[in-house]
């Protein structure tokens, strides 16, 4: 009987397993070879505490040899800075709005699940079905109890 050859976890085709290695589960493509490398080391760094403090203090020795790397690297890449100051301009407004929201209201203000269904002439004029995003704000009356709202 001729034993089936074994799929690739990442990208579903058989191949052919190395004969020193016959339990291989990756095939031998450089993107799933990658994949599988990454996914080993992200599984190792939350399980081995010694391997993910080797892996800190090889970061923080390349950097401590390239102390000049990221100014040239963003002098270089201008759309990287420009993108990284937008997200940047974001992350700081959804921590102003984190500040408020912490207060004693029932809802979580932003993870609040909204959906919007459209109807009517017109819509199929839309050629995707995408909302814009929007900021919502809502405040309570001072002096009013919630028992007449």
Known sequence: MIASKP????????FTPS????NQTTCTSPECQRRRKNDSHRKRITSDPEYRKTC??????????????QHSYRSKHEAYVEQ????QQQRNHKRKLSLIVKNNLAIDLKRLPAR??????????????????SQVVIFQTVGESREHI
Request: charged share 25%.
């Open 7 to 14: 799929i690739c976890t990442y990208c579903h085709n058989t």
């Open 19 to 22: 004969l020193f290695h016959p």
């Open 56 to 69: 800190i203090e090889s970061r923080k020795k390349w950097r401590d040899n390239h102390p000049d790397y």
């Open 84 to 87: 990284n100051r937008r997200m």
């Open 116 to 133: 919007v269904w459209m109807t009517g002439p017109g819509l199929e004029s839309i050629v995707k079905n995408n909302l814009a995003i």
